[in-house]
Each structure stands twice: as structure tokens, then as C-alpha cells.
């Protein structure tokens, strides 16, 4: 079935680029923003429903940023992105900026491995990120960004039960036209970025390269191994083409590149509970704020990503179609000292993620009845093969956790929107969606001699092999190695939704609706000790009511949305610690949860001044399963966001811009804070709690720019984080032994950069 709707997309995809036949000089191109007078705010184009509507039009959760206010507010990357937004929560990852966990609304992936889905669709230019390995660098150069809560299955399908991130990149101009931005800040940061946009046949065919390299030194620093540790050194490339090869007919393609190095975040050991933890930890505690590091190893991290993107847009009569192929390879290889001591209780040795993804997706949109109804139908293909080789050391065991997942989906779906009375409209949309997933197991096990079980590093001549972990428990179908196939397994599922909305006199919107999402099961890590660890986990599900209000009030100088929702989460994927050491990972369907809330978005307009913000308030709880009466992690109650920005024009001289920003979110608990045992569900002790807990803290931001009246030329101030809060972007998952590690976020940040454009 799967090859066969495949090559139906291909065919479609190549039949609707030869026959279409007026779109591609009409069309406009996506944008955040129209023009608008100066007294009043700028109307704000989006694609959250495939098709560019206002967003004051689109019965969506949904926030938008130009690419004008990413740069303004200092948004380079997915992390500060989240930050803007109500009711969005990220957490960093074991081996540094070249990865993340995002979660909406308290839903949230269980973990980073690719035997788990994400919760948040990332789509760049229309294409879904499996893996999120290298999309912190998809914000370089974009038209606009994206960022929709609440479940979003119908239209963008591929696990978006928590919501979507739908970043749209600027495509080439015929225009010539181009900018280069140089910046320098402390920890001895560079960035430059180069951009060149070149019309190769007028009105027909032109380009554009975007060149950046980001690096900075070591937020902190290791003595004992006398190197850097959180440091920075990226690039990235992006080329795009596109041909307006008739009047009727255009096609887009693109190519990016991002290769990053850097050495490990700063793990520090941060929780110690004397007379519990293992007595040889107690020399490498860290003193409050410290920035140095004490692990034993301090290794580099290598991430390389490439994409290439096809797209061919035209019409069929009055119907519009888009076709958008796309490959994407991950290659990483690194490692991560996670206790942040010398004594090798958490060494992840070597973690290797390499494998790639294709999809082929096709859309049909249009409109019927004098405009009345709008529809678009399409389908979409998805094949994802990776290898992924964690091999950690525990004392005297080394593990080598190796999976091979190889991931499968096809979908169909539709949407309708009809007004059947004035300014009153149903919206009705379905996907349907079968997943396969494949898994091969080839884990390996080794024994360090007992003489060198306490050293950071043991001689090849101490390690042995140990006997294959599938033989014990009757799995191993490899005699002469290490080799478990299991069974492929299938998930069928339909997430849909329906709404009514009613456009207000003025420039309003009120909507109500009901979503279902789903995020696909799967297989197991490769560290189990039984048979029935391996059991798969099934999908999970979320229903969610969603009701809000959009205005435009004082002649287009106030904007507000406000949105309340109530959702109900079922056979929740969470990650249970079933053993301490050496720490053995299980992925549960753990009962249920009910989450509610509400948020809040508001830009103003007062004089010159332009104020925004953001509320997003979450109450999430468990009420079935192992873990009724703990914490749901990874979720922050309460996120706010505001910022100003005020443009003061010198006569003669240029315009100086001011603006600054706060975010600020609440208590995070990184992991569960309750067991399951084999008796039941043990709640963790206070202390235990306390360090898989961030307390709430905000970030402030500022930049000073001017840009010159007479010169193409902005140079600017800027400073991040600067009352320089000392925080937690991860915790260990060692508290349960009574101590544990700690990842610590960014310190304070400034420096001044220069931009001319062309």
C-alpha cells in the first residue's frame, strides 16, 4: 500500500508541474507582513491552514514573528523562538545546541532517541523535520515564523499533537540585492552572515545564497582536562533557485547545508546528599553559580545536515496545486559526560545518529459557491531510516544500545471551510494516516577489569567482550553475534477537527473548535533486561476544545488574541526509570492526563512606540495510571513574554531604534517525579524532586541600533540574558541514586555587530 500511494504522489507530483497552467506570476509571495501606513500595525500573512490568510482571519492558536522582528528581538535560533511564545517550553538535550525538545500546551516527547516521535512538527517550507538535529540554523534569512498550538493533524499530519512550528524561509527576488552582517561579543563570539540575491533572467529565473558562521568559546571550562566545555563554532548554507518557467508555472528548488562542532554542554554535578550518594562524588559537587566543569572526558559533538527541497506550484483550471519533494540527511557523532565527574557513573562514550528521510507530499486548493467554501486535499509519504548507536559506560559495563529504526508513513487528508451564512463558518477537516515501523536490535555488552572500573579511561587491554543480553531472555537470533528483528507493528489513526467561526464587525474574529491529535507508538530502547521490555508502546492520543477571540481595535494600533482550551491526554508515551544502575529507560502508555489553560498575545501601537506581549497559563494533571498525584514534566505553568520597540528618527543623521524584552517561565520538573516499580508506583523524596527541578526565572534582552540615513549601514549593540540568571536546562536522571547533574544555560551575552545591505 505504501509503495503504491507513493508513486501516486510522484506521478501526481510530476503530472500537475507539466500540465499547470496560471499561477506562478500571480501568486504572491509569503510574507509576515503587508504594507501598512505608519499609525497603524501591519497586517500579518500566514500559511497555518495551507493557504495565505490573515492571521486575524485564521480560527488558529496561532503566533507569527517576521523575519524583520526575529532579527530585532534577537531570535537566531529555535530556543529563543519558543521564548516568545505563550504556553511553549524547550529543554535542552545531552549534547548541545545542535538539538532540542520543544513541548506546547504540557504535551511533550519523551525523549530525543529516534525510537520516539517528536510532539512539535517542524516544518521548513513546507517540508516536516523528523529529527530536529540542525533546525536551530533553519532561521537564517526567513520570510516568517510560525508557531501553532493545540493539536494540528488534519493539515500538517506527521506528529503534531502538541502543535506545529512552520518556519518559511525568503525565496529568491528579481532584484539584485544582498547584505553582509558582522558581529563581536564577548566569550570571543563571531558571527557573519552573507546574503546575495541575483536575477539571472528578468522576471524568469534568479537565486539566492545565504552564508552564516556562528562561534563563541566555552561558557564554561574543564581544568583538569585544560578545554572549554558549551562552546560553539556552526556553518551554514543555504542556496535556492527559483524558475518562473511560464507564466503558469513555477518551481522552487533548494539546497542547505549545517555542520557544527562543539564540545560538551556544561554538566555540573549540582544535587549531593551526604550520607546517600556515593561518598567518592562528594569532591566534585559544584559550588553555587560555578561554570567549571569536572568531568573526566570532554569530547567534541559533530553534527552534519543536508536538505534539498523541490516544489512545483501551478493551477488546474481555477484549482491551485503544490508538489514539494524533499531529502534530508543527519549525521552526528559525539558524547556527553552526564554525572560531570571523573568517575565513570554516566559516560555516554559515543552516540552516533546517521540516517535520512524522503517525503513527497501533494496539495490541492481551490475555492467553490461564489468563494464561499474553501478546500484543499492532498496526501503525503514518509520514509525515515536511521542508525543510532549509544554506547555508555556504567562503572564495569560498558553498553552498546544500538537501533536501527526504519519508519514509514502515508497519509490522506482534507479540509473544508464554507460560510453558510454571512461572516459564519464551518471549517470540517480528516487525515487518514497509517504508520509502519521496523526496528533491528544489535546491542553489544563489554566488562571492564576491576582494577580499572573507577577510571575515566581503561586501556583497551581491560575491556572484554561480555555475553550478548538478548541470549539470556531468549530474543537473540544471531548464534554467532547480537541481533533481535521484531515483528513490524502498524498504526492506523484519524486526527481531524471541526469549528465554527464568525467574522465580528471590524477586524474580528471569534472561533470555537475541536481537535483530535495522535503521535504515532513504536519500539523500545535497546537497554531492557526482560522479554517484556520490549514490548512496543501503542499511540498516544489528545482531544482537545479550543475556543478564542481575535481583535483589531483604535484604528488598527491594538492587536489581541486570547484563546482557552481544554484538553484530554490518553495512553500518555512517558519514559519510566525502571532501574537505577546502570539506568535502565522504558517507554510507557501511563495512563491519562487533563490539561487546561489559556493564553494571551497583544501588540500596540502608541505613537511610535510598538509594545508586545504574551500569557501563556497550563494546568496539566494526571487522573489515570502510574502517575496520578506527581508532576507532568516538562511542562512550565505560566510562560509571559513582553518587549518594546521605539524608532527615534535624527534629522539629517539616521533613525536610532531601541528595544528590549523579558521572558519568563515558571517551575519546570525535567523528569518524572514518581517510580515505577515492579510492586507500584514510588513516589521520589523531596530532595530526590529538587534536582529534576528548574524554579522559574526570566531572561532579559536588549539591542540599540542605528541605522544611517545617507550609508546602507546598521550597527547595532546588543546583550542577552543580562542580568545573567543562572539556570538549568536539563537535569540527569541519576536521582534516583540520590545525586545528580545538571545542564546550565547560557550565561550573559552582549556585543555590538554592523550590517550593510545592497
Same mark, same amino acid.
Given at each position: ?29 509569503? #510574507? ?15 500559511? %497555518? ?32 523562538? +519558543? ?44 517540508? /516536516? ?20 498550538? =493545540?493539536?494540528? =493533524? ?9 502543535? +506545529? ?40 529565473? +534568479? ?41 503558469? !508555472?513555477?518551481?522552487?528548488? #533548494?539546497?542547505?547545508?549545517?555542520? =557544527? ?5 556544561? *554538566? ?15 569532591? /566534585? ?18 553534527? &552534519?545536515? /543536508? ?45 552516533? !545518529? ?20 474553501? *478546500? ?40 473544508? &471551510? ?8 464551518? &471549517? ?12 533491528? /536490535? ?8 576491576? %582494577?580499572?572500573?573507577?577510571? %575515566? ?51 474580528? !474574529? ?10 504515532? @507508538? ?21 482531544? #482537545? *476544545?479550543?475556543? =478564542? ?102 534629522? @539629517? ?68 540574558? !543580562? ?36
Amino acid at each position: 500500500m505504501g509503495r503504491r500511494i507513493a508513486c501516486l504522489l510522484l506521478a501526481g507530483s510530476v503530472l500537475g508541474g507539466v500540465n499547470a497552467p496560471a499561477f506562478a506570476q500571480t501568486a504572491p509571495a509569503t #510574507s509576515a507582513a503587508e504594507p501598512a501606513a505608519q499609525d497603524e500595525l501591519q497586517d500579518i500573512v500566514v500559511t %497555518a491552514q495551507r493557504r495565505e490568510e490573515r492571521l486575524q482571519d485564521v480560527p488558529i492558536a496561532v503566533s507569527a514573528i517576521s523575519g524583520a522582528d526575529l532579527e530585532g528581538r534577537q531570535i537566531g535560533d529555535v530556543n529563543a523562538l +519558543a521564548a516568545n511564545v505563550p504556553a511553549v517550553t524547550f529543554t535542552a538535550t545531552p549534547y548541545g545546541n545542535n538539538d532540542l525538545i520543544l513541548a506546547i500546551r504540557g504535551v511533550a516527547p519523551g525523549g530525543v532517541l529516534p525510537n520516539v516521535d517528536q510532539a512539535v512538527g517542524i516544518y521548513v517550507d513546507g517540508v /516536516y523535520y523528523a529529527r530536529p538535529e540542525g533546525s536551530n540554523f533553519a532561521l537564517v534569512d526567513l520570510a516568517s515564523a510560525e508557531v501553532l498550538r =493545540g493539536p494540528q =493533524g488534519t493539515l500538517f499530519g506527521r506528529n503534531t499533537i502538541a502543535g +506545529a512550528l512552520n518556519l518559511t524561509t525568503n525565496k529568491p527576488r528579481y532584484e539584485f540585492e544582498g547584505s553582509l552582517k558582522a558581529s563581536y561579543g564577548n566569550y570571543d563570539a563571531l558571527g557573519l552572515t552573507g546574503i546575495v540575491n541575483v536575477p539571472i533572467i528578468d522576471g524568469r529565473l +534568479a537565486a539566492r545564497i545565504v552564508y552564516s558562521h556562528v562561534q563563541h568559546d566555552g561558557y564554561g571550562y574543564n581544568p583538569a582536562l585544560n578545554g572549554p566545555v558549551a562552546d560553539q563554532n556552526d556553518d551554514f548554507v543555504r542556496a535556492s533557485l527559483r524558475a518562473d518557467i511560464t507564466n503558469d !508555472l513555477r518551481v522552487d528548488l #533548494s539546497f542547505d547545508y549545517y555542520n =557544527g562542532v562543539n564540545h560538551q554542554p556544561l *554538566w555540573v554535578l549540582a544535587y549531593y546528599q551526604a550520607g546517600l550518594s556515593p561518598a567518592n562524588l562528594a569532591p /566534585y559537587v559544584a559550588a553555587p553559580r560555578s561554570r567549571v566543569s569536572t568531568a573526566g572526558i570532554n569530547p567534541l559533538n559533530r553534527s &552534519t545536515v /543536508y536538505d534539498f527541497t523541490g516544489t512545483i506550484t501551478g493551477t488546474i483550471g481555477e484549482v491551485t496545486f503544490k508538489s514539494i519533494t524533499a531529502y534530508r540527511d543527519i549525521d552526528f557523532e559525539g558524547a556527553s559526560d552526564q554525572d560531570g565527574t571523573p568517575i565513570p557513573n554516566a559516560d555516554v562514550r559515543n552516540f552516533t !545518529l546517521a540516517g535520512h528521510q524522503i517525503t513527497q507530499e501533494v496539495q490541492f486548493l481551490g475555492q467553490a459557491f461564489d468563494d464561499r467554501l474553501d *478546500w484543499v486535499v492532498g496526501g503525503y509519504y514518509f520514509r525515515e531510516q536511521i542508525a543510532n548507536s549509544p554506547i555508555s559506560r556504567v562503572g564495569a559495563v560498558i553498553q552498546d544500545n544500538s537501533i536501527n529504526p526504519d519508519n514509514e508513513s502515508m497519509s490522506v487528508f482534507a479540509q473544508l &471551510t464554507y460560510e453558510f451564512l454571512p461572516q459564519l463558518r464551518l &471549517t470540517a477537516g480528516a487525515r487518514l494516516v497509517q504508520d509502519i515501523r521496523k526496528m533491528v /536490535y544489535t546491542p553489544r555488552r563489554f566488562a571492564v577489569a576491576a %582494577a580499572f572500573a573507577g577510571m %575515566a579511561e581503561a586501556p583497551a587491554s581491560a575491556i572484554t567482550p561480555a555475553a550478548c543480553p538478548f541470549t539470556a531472555i531468549g530474543l537473540n537470533q544471531d548464534p554467532s553475534g547480537c541481533r533481535y528483528r521484531p515483528p513490524n507493528i502498524k498504526f492506523s489513526y484519524v486526527p481531524f477537527t471541526v469549528g465554527l467561526d464568525y467574522r465580528l464587525a471590524g477586524d474580528g !474574529l471569534v472561533y470555537a473548535k475541536f481537535s483530535r491529535g495522535f503521535r504515532s @507508538g513504536g519500539f523500545q530502547q535497546a537497554s531492557g533486561t526482560t522479554a517484556a521490555f520490549f514490548t512496543p508502546f501503542s499511540e498516544e492520543k489528545v482531544d #482537545s *476544545w479550543e475556543g =478564542g477571540v481575535k481583535l483589531g481595535l483604535f484604528d488598527k494600533r491594538l492587536r489581541l488574541g486570547l484563546s482557552g482550551y481544554y484538553s484530554t491526554y490518553s495512553d500518555i508515551q512517558q519514559n519510566a526509570i525502571l532501574q537505577a544502575t546502570p539506568v535502565v529507560i522504558t517507554t510507557l502508555n501511563a495512563g491519562e492526563a487533563e490539561i487546561y489553560g489559556g493564553e494571551l498575545e497583544a501588540t500596540a501601537l502608541i505613537g511610535k512606540l510598538r509594545l508586545n506581549g504574551s500569557l501563556g497559563l497550563i494546568h496539566p494533571k494526571f487522573t489515570k495510571g502510574p502517575f496520578v498525584g506527581s508532576e507532568v514534566p516538562t511542562v512550565a505553568h505560566t510562560t509571559f513574554h513582553v518587549g518594546g520597540d521605539l524608532p527615534i528618527e535624527i534629522a @539629517g543623521a539616521g533613525t536610532l531604534n531601541l528595544h528590549a524584552d523579558y521572558t519568563y517561565q515558571s517551575k519546570v520538573y525535567f523528569l518524572n517525579t514518581a517510580r515505577v516499580t515492579a510492586t507500584g508506583t514510588v513516589p521520589y523524596t523531596p530532595f530526590q524532586i529538587a534536582s529534576v527541578t528548574q524554579p522559574g526565572y526570566g531572561l532579559l534582552s536588549a539591542q540599540v541600533s542605528f541605522e544611517f540615513e545617507r550609508l546602507p549601514l546598521t550597527l547595532a549593540v546588543y546583550g542577552k540574558n !543580562l542580568t545573567d540568571e543562572y539556570y538549568a536546562g536539563r537535569a540527569g536522571s541519576f536521582y534516583g541514586n540520590n545525586y545528580n547533574s545538571i545542564v546550565i544555560g547560557a550565561p550573559r551575552t552582549y556585543g555590538v555587530s554592523a550590517t550593510y545591505r545592497f
